[in-house]
């Protein structure tokens, strides 16, 4: 059974930074590209940041390149993004997907069956 469960998340100010992480398990994950995504309050699941099996390959939406940093220790079964220079715009509930895109999906990700956790809580106010 293939399970994802992301930690990490928390209440920060703005410009603060934090370190998500998502352990999986029940898949080849050193073959698979992953994802991260974000829900806002009240607003559709939006792509965040991919990354390819080897972690050579990382790709970002506009909003957070050169803020958010994608990363994966296959070894260790985890992905990671951490998050600097946060904004109040962020806040969002934060998901790890078992997917892949190098740009901005066409697919409709509240409706797809792709697979992800239940989600860490990312807060930034003052």
């Known amino acids: 059974e293939v399970q994802l469960v992301e930690s990490g998340g928390g209440s920060v100010q703005p410009g603060g930074s934090l370190r998500l992480a998502c352990t999986a398990s029940?898949?080849?994950?050193?073959?698979?590209?992953m994802t991260w995504v974000r829900q806002a309050p009240g607003k559709d699941l939006d792509w965040v940041s991919s990354?390819?099996?080897?972690?050579?390959?990382?790709y970002y939406t506009d909003s957070v390149q050169g803020r958010f940093t994608i990363s994966r220790d296959n070894a260790k079964n985890t992905l990671y993004l951490t998050l600097n220079n946060l904004k109040t715009d962020d806040t969002a509930m934060y998901y790890c997907?078992?997917?892949?895109?190098?740009?901005?999906?066409?697919?409709?990700?509240?409706?797809?069956?792709?697979?992800r956790g239940q989600g860490t809580q990312v807060t930034v106010s003052s």
């Open positions: 990354i390819t099996p080897a972690g050579v390959g990382t």
């Open positions: 029940g898949f080849a994950f050193d073959q698979v590209g």
């Open positions: 997907m078992k997917a892949f895109f190098s740009d901005p999906p066409t697919i409709d990700l509240n409706t797809s069956t792709l697979i």
